[in-house]
């Protein structure tokens, strides 16, 4: 590699792909996200060496060694509180945190809500593929109640964690939701989730063929994608369905579905999306796992809440630099000598 | 006025933790150093903020011995006993040499006092037989405060609160010191209240005018000490480990980041660092002991010092990430204020029992460099040497404090900046034209440490990680013969510190001799004094003090071999006895004392006398 | 004691009183909770000997010492996943989980989550005091940002947990907020608490009149009490104020105060309160912690939300029972034995 | 047909994780047990769940040892190597013996395969003579099962992946053995898709043949192994743990609450549990290990049978709340089922590093029993035992495994429950007008165990907590003299378990003679052999097996003291040998593999000779 040539070339995925071999199983959605994240960032046009990424522990996990930047792969569950720690005395650098359902939020929980109230100003890509990958097979915070898995014989008795709304909970400024099998919309998500000056968090829906194939199909499947999504957009009305003819309405605090032919509804009727509302962010974050309050309403994709809110590194900076300022002359060995001092002679 | 001249005194003030007890001892301690003395101090918590007062649990205590002769333990028993009330009689005068004198609060022992203190029903020590082997001054405290201070407009609870200054008036005069120093504290400390700062000197100087003019008693003269020449300042244990940090991130050229969770008694660390911002020292209140670690190494991959700290309980949910930091061979100093365990234990009371933690609390084979303090002064040259560790050698470090010598106070001959030691870093260099070497991430120097590459830099983006990597590259290898390899050298590096630190001094006594007694950490002073002493009485004893508990100095077991016993007393149940045995083969006699407390000197002149072979 | 006759008397507070000292400092605010749960327990009617209270490490963590019933004072921010197994191994007793803010949501934050999620049914104090009592005055996870305590002379930058919004955001099924000083108010809370089947967070502002007093004072000081609280209730429209003169009223998804007198309101057109609405508790739980958005508002006191979902224990010991019942006659020499043997003569 | 007679055999099946190896493997080992043969197996994983096809990361590997004598180890290197490709040979081959049989399919050795095995192009071994040292049968696999099931109506994807059963067919040809075994297994499997056990069943059928028709090598007989007598089934070390639990819980009378959170190689033993849920079984997956065992925990204190169990880094995150089970004097039984570390280290990879972690991976003074099982169906064994420990002594205690037994199978001579030893709990009773005394949590018997109050039960209400505490009351306490007390009482404790436990036995061998070998867990079946082949070769060497780590037998010192020497094989840096160094300062001897994988017998042979004394 020729150095001083290389900085004139705009970046390409291929500059940001390591010499290790990528070794998920063949037909896992991990490819299609790292495939998705190699192309993006030298769209963002930050140089390779500014960029971070740090995992925990999982199949999703080993993104870092994939990656042409800076990378750790750390232990379980602690990604984002190292990723806290880097950010905290490096504001400059673009840190990404890759884990996963069971990696920030079964493990990690604790660490995963102080990152999203500190709001530092790292993006954090959640592979929920609503299993324990690496570990073979397990039902993960995120598995439904009832999931049959190795450790659930009988069925999980555990009610599973909304992560949107836990995130919302822990006063997350930026919350969003992709999935594997729509490249196109995962990089528009990415793009906003870089731009968010604080903790982005996207959750992207992640098949493992492996051992929970298909956890996300009526998503991603053409057959029944456009009954069962529905992709939010700033400032626009929600509306979906096979010919875009359902929206959904607020009902006091309840969405309701209408149908935009038959019903005597118009589109200026329906709910407008507007991403800065936290109250409507967290009805909208609760759409799927409440059907017996609020029917069968279609799974949202796009952002559900952005916020304005200083980051921490920059407070954290900020106040080291104006104590600097007010103290500014004092050595470090005045510092050793302290206040009272006494001389033998 | 006659007054009597001594070479050291101990005096220990007791009583409930409102009394302010705590501040009285160090203000009487300030002023002591301050005039030259040498001093050594033990306060001594209850483990509640404000336990019930007037209870024997309550009873917060402070021991200070200063003198003109150099000093290195707060004293096995006290000259002089302070008594706020009837508990801290009771709970401390087994503490006290026959003799001795007691000063107590009349105030403090009403029915009801006597009551909490447990004393049986109509009996006051004060009034009994039972302190005729002491000498006893009475001072109604209260009543005494409240008429200095009837004028003062202040209500009775604000008068109450200077009691404490009546006292420290009054043992200013006794021990012959002036009061400006106090005079200049309360100043400060009561900045917006010219109301309190007026009423606590009135308070301050009735209490010595008490002294001159009540008193029969001749004063005592304790003369300055013969210390070494140079400037001095009095310095606890966790400001001279905070100080230390600040001065080895300075001289290494690295931002300090402090990544901890609050837990006594190492908290302390992180208060007065983060009075730091300043030095542009970073502190961070992290969630918990977990993340708290694991923002260090952070703050280390991207080219900061990461320091974290806590206490035993603390230590032990660090383990996992311990081992990462390990792994991943970056800087990382990892602070243990060790305090009475297990478990929960005793949090406000002293122990040396998480050595072998420090060796072994992780899994797999990750033996890291284990260093420790030995007085509140040590603690700034022990930090600093093991961050010097970590950053020349690119690994996590263990120091170990505790909670002695963490609160204990001493005079310090602080250094010059200058003369500190630098520490260098070795960074990995950016890839340019001239730089043309392929960056490998493992790849060693004669240290066997690999480079520092830090994000930001071109050229040199890499990954790291926790499972087992490749020789040199660092990629993900899970090839049989390269693991045992990756073991063996790991373990080598850490013990390649030993060609980086001086070899073992004895610390008294002579080269070869009859018994040897070797310690670690906080007994230093009390060891010190004994082996001293028994010199003095011609024993063939000396003493020889580790700061180095891995990798070992190389020449210990040479040392060992060159006396016919050896006695390690530890504040634990024996554990560098376990390592000593091992390591050497050589029997070691084991002197424990698992009661939160320190040795006194006496109990480890006794276990040498004991030992000592005819 | 006599133990045939103590049978029959009615419990009385002092037997709920062990006899170990109580060490809190004089004047902090977990006197008077204690004394609220030990008259509370008589009313409720339990036996001692059914109840457990587990609690971590803080000064509220001493609580279980002063209870004459079953009790753990376990590690730092652990109760709460101590308390998970014994209730899923003994549904039958009654237990009880004290907890400070930085016990339950700093250190054990993550067990406070997944106990939530799970919703085992057990009854969660959290002794709010915006502050670590125990360790001498550290902020807190719930200490305002710019808070000056030991450990941030310089004021803290951490943006603060809302617990009621974090527990909501966890799906906690009753949540529940109340304070040292309204004994009455507390009272009632617990009764109600103790009745829901699932995890019952409740909330209790608690001074520490040692490292962070008056932090409630203008809730709890008679001056300021009633213009800066408001106590919620089932069915009743949000009123407050010196002389219940200002009510609350949602203009979409944004509170806002009116004047009952001068203003052309009514009662009618008021906010009434649904503790089963989950998006409306969203909203209720936000009042303070955004005044941009919504102005300055009272502090509610109260049930902000209840929902009856299923508790974690009884899902598992049906599984349980359903398996025993469907494979009963296996004995243990036919587990040893498995399903492949053979035999050496 | 003719056919050869074989003591002993050690196949190696190898291929891609998709393969099926796994699979295969563990049917003929059923099969080869069923009919009587002795076995000993050992899978070796790679660490992703399906590494890239072909790639040498992505080898999965079976071996199985069986015969017709007693077997103690999956064999030093094999007699037949099946591998499926090109990577599978290259990765194994150095373990085939001279002359020993290749079985391989043809398939698997394309251009792109041999490419992602790092041969050098134009390069295939099986066309050129670098395997003419070796027997080598190709078959071309992919052809003859689509062959076979060209009328099946399955699509070619389908087809493929009953590959091995044609291998599988054709060994069991090989070595006489019927199909009888598997086809019941493919009945049960593919209960809901006749499809798929008709293609299976043909293609198993088609193995067979195959070898009937088209080979002229003879078949090789392996007779059945003269074990002891009884009935037997083949069971792994994780599955033995499982049941250990589950007939130790009833033993004992209690209900087993088993709280985790995955980790390889311990999952399994969740994934046994969680089947016996009509065993009443509970099965807690918990959000981390700290939430596992502090629910363990609350489990034990409800009078439930706590157990948790991970593997090293798991084991590190539970420090704490182990010293705090230790200071409750709860029963608690942690199982680590080790494996390669540090940190992340090997995950599916075996290691015996984590002892010293057991020992003292905790802050304070915290010495808990340690059990380690040797082999998989001593899993059984030495988990009951370590069960019985913590009920019986009211503590927690650890029991180590490691990745190699605990995925390793071997016939089991599994007892009938009768004979089990029953365990027994003693519980507090109840305050009644018979047992007025009055309760005290922390009152001792003559084991020095307290007694186990349970909630629920009338005037037994009490409190207990990590902080120190009063002895018998069980107040919290801070008094320093009590502190000692508990300290020493605590220890003492833990070391009079060694009342309860047997002598330590010689395993083979004499009782006195030149050299010892010492192990504990799994090399035990490598330095079995090893002694027993040396012994009767004329050495004069013994084999002693600790089951016991904490506390020793109490024999143990005067056993080491009848040797010339002491050896201690282990898979790690040398741990075991810190410990009896220290304790009874013998110059033990260390040997240590580090490679994740077990020892082989004449690794373990070679350094006995090396240090024969002359
Ligand atoms: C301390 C610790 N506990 C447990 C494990 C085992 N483990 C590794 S990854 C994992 C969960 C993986 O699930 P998830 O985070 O959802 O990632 P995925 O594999 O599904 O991408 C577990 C339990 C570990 N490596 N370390
Ligand atoms: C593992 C561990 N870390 C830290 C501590 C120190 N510690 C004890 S209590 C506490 C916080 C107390 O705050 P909170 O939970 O709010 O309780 P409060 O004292 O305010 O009632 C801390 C940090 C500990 N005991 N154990
Ligand atoms: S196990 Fe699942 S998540 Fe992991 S690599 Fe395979 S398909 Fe992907
Ligand atoms: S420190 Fe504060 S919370 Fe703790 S007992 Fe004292 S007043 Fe109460
Ligand atoms: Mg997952
Ligand atoms: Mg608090």
Redesign the pocket.
């Given at each position: 590699m020729n150095v001083e040539t290389n900085i004139q070339k705009p970046l390409t995925a291929k500059d940001f792909t390591s010499d290790q071999e990528v070794?998920?199983?063949p037909?896992?959605?991990?490819y299609s996200i790292l495939k998705q994240v190699q192309s993006v960032l030298p769209e963002i046009g930050l140089k390779r060496e500014e960029i971070v990424f740090i995992s925990g522990i999982?199949?999703?996990s080993r993104f870092p060694y994939y990656m042409e930047t800076y990378g750790m792969h750390s232990i379980h569950g602690r990604a984002t509180a190292i990723a806290s720690g880097l950010k905290a005395t490096r504001p400059e650098l673009s840190v990404w945190i890759i884990t996963?359902d069971g990696d920030a939020m079964s493990i990690g929980g604790n660490h995963f809500i102080h990152l999203l109230r500190r709001n530092f100003n790292v993006n954090v890509l959640l592979?929920n593929?609503e299993?324990y990958?690496?570990t073979?097979?397990q039902y993960s915070p995120t598995s439904p109640a009832g999931k049959i898995t190795k450790s659930s014989p009988h069925g999980s008795v555990d009610h599973p964690f909304n992560p949107l709304a836990l995130t919302l909970g822990a006063d997350g400024t930026f919350i969003a939701r992709s999935m594997d099998r729509d490249p196109k919309h995962l990089r528009e998500i990415l793009l906003r989730a870089n731009k968010h000056q604080g903790t982005s968090m996207v959750e992207i829906y992640?098949?493992?063929?492996?051992?929970?194939d298909g956890a996300f199909e009526i998503f991603t499947e053409k057959s029944s994608k456009k009954n069962e999504t529905i992709f939010i957009e700033q400032g626009k009305p929600l509306i979906f369905g096979e010919n875009n003819d359902k929206g959904i309405k607020l009902d006091g605090f309840k969405p309701v579905i209408v149908d935009l032919k038959s019903d005597n509804v118009s589109e200026n009727d329906l709910w407008i999306h507007d991403e800065n509302d936290r109250g409507k962010a967290s009805i909208l974050v609760r759409f799927f796992d409440n059907h017996q309050a609020t029917g069968h309403l279609p799974r949202p994709f796009g952002i559900f809440y952005q916020e304005d809110r200083s980051c921490y590194e920059d407070d954290f900076k900020m106040q080291i630099e104006k104590a600097s300022m007010e103290k500014e002359n004092e050595s470090l060995d005045s510092l050793l000598a302290g206040r009272n001092t006494w001389t033998i002679n | 006025m006659n007054s009597n001249i001594k070479e050291e005194v101990t005096i220990l003030f007791a009583g409930d933790s409102g009394d302010g007890i705590q501040l009285t001892g160090s203000q009487f301690t300030n002023t002591a150093a301050l005039l030259g003395n040498d001093i050594s101090t033990f306060p001594n918590f209850p483990a509640e903020i404000r336990a019930p007062q007037g209870t024997l649990a309550g009873v917060s205590g402070f021991q200070l011995h200063f003198g003109s002769i150099e000093l290195f333990t707060p004293g096995d028993s006290c000259d002089v006993l302070v008594v706020m009330n009837a508990a801290a009689l009771k709970a401390n005068l087994k503490q006290l040499k026959k003799g001795g004198t007691i000063i107590a609060n009349t105030d403090g022992f009403d029915s009801k006092n006597l009551r909490l203190a447990n004393y049986p029903d109509g009996i006051n020590p004060l009034e009994n037989e039972s302190l005729d082997n002491f000498k006893v001054t009475l001072i109604d405290l209260t009543k005494l405060t409240r008429e200095c201070l009837k004028d003062s407009g202040l209500g009775t609870k604000d008068m109450d609160r200077s009691k404490n200054m009546f006292i420290l008036g009054y043992i200013y005069w006794l021990y012959n010191r002036n009061l400006d120093n106090t005079i200049d504290f309360l100043k400060a400390k009561f900045k917006k209240r010219q109301d309190l700062i007026d009423a606590n000197i009135k308070v301050l100087q009735a209490g010595f005018n008490f002294g001159e003019t009540c008193e029969s008693t001749a004063t005592i003269e304790v003369k300055p000490a013969k210390l070494e020449k140079g400037t001095y300042r009095s310095i606890m244990g966790n400001q001279a480990t905070a100080l230390g940090l600040i001065a080895a991130a300075q001289k290494s050229g690295l931002t300090l980041f402090y990544g901890t969770y609050p837990i006594t008694p190492a908290s302390d660390i992180l208060h007065e660092l983060s009075k730091y911002k300043n030095h542009g020292v970073k502190t961070f209140q992290a969630e918990d002991e977990i993340a708290a670690i694991c923002a260090s190494i952070g703050a280390s991959f991207g080219g900061s010092l990461g320091v974290t700290a806590s206490s035993g309980p603390g230590i032990a949910l660090k383990g996992e990430a311990i081992g990462l930091a390990f792994m991943l061979e970056l800087p990382l100093v990892i602070v243990n204020v060790q305090r009475g365990g297990p478990s929960t234990g005793l949090p406000t009371k002293t122990e040396q029992a998480d050595l072998m933690q420090a060796l072994y609390g992780r899994n797999g084979e990750a033996s890291i460099p284990v260093i420790a303090a030995s007085t509140p002064t040590d603690c700034f040259d022990a930090v600093f040497e093991a961050t010097r560790i970590a950053v020349e050698h690119m690994t996590p470090v263990i120091f170990l404090s505790d909670g002695f010598i963490a609160n204990g106070a001493e005079p310090w001959k602080f250094p010059k900046s200058s003369d500190l030691k630098e520490i260098k870093p070795v960074f990995a260099k950016e890839y340019t034209s001239e730089n043309k070497e392929k960056f490998l991430p493992y790849k060693r120097d004669e240290k066997l440490s690999r480079k520092w590459a830090i994000p930001g830099i071109k050229g040199l983006e890499h990954r790291i990680g926790g499972i087992e990597k490749e020789h040199e590259t660092g990629n993900i290898s899970y090839d049989p013969d390269n693991h045992e390899f990756m073991v063996k050298l790991r373990a080598e590096k850490t013990q390649k510190v030993a060609d980086y630190i001086p070899l073992q001094a004895i610390d008294s006594g002579k080269d070869k001799g009859k018994v040897l007694v070797l310690g670690w950490g906080s007994p230093y002073g009390a060891i010190k004094t004994a082996v001293k002493s028994l010199i003095s009485e011609g024993y063939e004893v000396s003493h020889a003090h580790l700061r180095y508990l891995n990798p070992f100095p190389k020449n210990l077991g040479e040392i060992l071999n060159n006396f016919d016993k050896v006695l390690i007393p530890e504040i634990n149940d024996g554990q560098l006895v376990i390592l000593i045995r091992s390591k050497y083969l050589k029997d070691a006699i084991r002197l424990n004392k698992i009661k939160g407390l320190p040795f006194t000197v006496d109990e480890i002149k006794s276990k040498i006398i004991e030992i000592y072979p005819n």
């Open positions: 070794r998920w199983c037909g896992c959605g991990d999982g199949c999703s996963g592979f593929n299993i990958g690496l073979k097979g992640q098949n493992c063929n492996v051992f929970n | -």
